[in-house]
DNA sequence: ACACTAACAGACAGGTCTGTATATTGCAAG
DNA sequence: CTTGCAATATACAGACCTGTCTGTTAGTGT
């Protein structure tokens, strides 16, 4: 029956911990096509009939990959402190300027990974779907909550302006990005 | 010394015409590392030693197709009808609506190569660079002729607008797109 | 008629990809 | 101690990748 109630690795496994890290690593600064089995297994120290005990397919090391960044960002939105809805959207926003200042920024992993996987119907590609809806709703949500005539609209635009600075950080300069983003939530939303 | 001066094919060639024609439908629709080469030759039914004839490697025909792209997006723009700046800007923004309600949009064929061009030195991603250049100095050169107190900053918030509502289409529900459009544009340029 | 060019078809080399199989090692539970 | 498990290394199959090469065919200018 197995009794793994607080065994000795109680953790996720610490190859499946190892693949996973170096798989986001890689897939995200290198492509995730051009980034192969072998490289992975190597840079994560781990033998290949290991990879595939945890993983059936490569696939799903990219599905897992991505859903690991849909739950991580999730919980850093939940983690924010409690405050006025305004408040709380450009708190939200604010995370793009975070996440470009840390440096290394290679553009959103969600539209880097839907460039690279066309059919609508793939596993990834839901699992993206499904993580711009939730962004798309927690705005609405906020902004129906702050009193905005159109919450649908506005969260669309905030969704656009998200993602276009995303890859504007990723594409051009790095350095405008929090000023921009300031900005941006001044005028899409300073219209009673 | 060779007169080809209005001679029997004075077109670039039918084949080579051919094999970016298809190139840049497979590209587009499939991703650029997940097409190879025999698949674009088969298609465009030209011989493989006529397209190593034509372009060097594969990294030349990425090239000649986001060069041939960005080229004729300048040509449209180039071929709006002359109009006052604020006109002018809501016309080069249309263009996104366009695109979308075509059919068939599978994102903006800068930024889905841009994701699988890490290497900010290649080529391939100077080209990207350079139309970016060229997009937010029209916006901006507008923006300032409209009497823009900031038209560098409306510029960058034109372009992430564009780059994100492209994404938007092919991401989300692109019905939405012309409505989106004309509600961005109303309330990044509407305060004098 | 002759030479030149561009295109054709197709085989091949050398590398890399995903995924499977084999055989061995270390460790912990019972 | 023995049984079982998880991990190791490594080799392999089969597909696909880019790029080269050989040989043939069709059309054109001189």
Known sequence: MKEN??????????????????????????????????????EAGVAKATFYNHFPSKEDLVLAYIEEQDRLGRAAVAA????????????????????????????????NAAAEYPNPTSPVRQAIDARRAWYHDSLRALLAADGDPDPSVTASLLVAVSDGLLESAYLDDPENIPALVREAVARLLDRR
């Open 5 to 42: 109630i607080s065994h000795s690795p109680p953790e996720t496994s610490s190859a499946r911990r190892r693949l996973l890290d170096t798989a986001t690593r890689l897939f995200y600064s290198g492509g995730i096509h051009a980034v192969g089995i072998d490289r992975i297994i190597a």
């Open 80 to 111: 924010l402190p409690k405050q006025p809805p305004r408040e709380m959207i450009a708190a939200i926003m604010g995370r793009i300027s975070e996440a470009v200042v840390a440096g290394g920024w290679r553009g959103c992993p969600f539209l």
